[in-house]
């Protein structure tokens, strides 16, 4: 029981530093994300992504550093959100990095992004877990 405590005691201080960093890179992190917020901003993303279309992922990589370093910080606090947050906040978080990398272009981040919108997507749909 103490070795689950230790660990549950450092994935919320992965999840606080991303914070932390995340609003320093000038992101805003809700303190709270229902599940119905975490519906529409699901599908406002699929439909962001049904409106670029495929020429996005066959785009230039872009040289935004900024932005790789936002989208791996979101995928790590997506990750530590899944063990000591809502649901809904790393459907929120998952999101946001989809966003951002449908409005600013592919970066080494933008595939594992991806996977875990995916694995979102499909849990939600009841499909199979990806």
Known sequence: MLLVLQAQGKVNDVYDTCSAILTELGETIPESYTFAMASRKMTATLNTFEKVGENWIKGEKTVDRTL???????????LASYFCKSYSMVIYFTCKA?????????????????????????????????
């Open 68 to 78: 790789h370093k936002t989208l791996q910080f979101y995928n790590v606090i997506a």
């Open 98 to 130: 989809v966003q951002l990398s449908l409005q600013r272009g592919l970066c080494e981040h933008t595939a594992s992004a991806l996977m875990q919108f995916t694995s979102v997507v499909a849990k939600e749909d009841n499909a199979v877990l990806c």
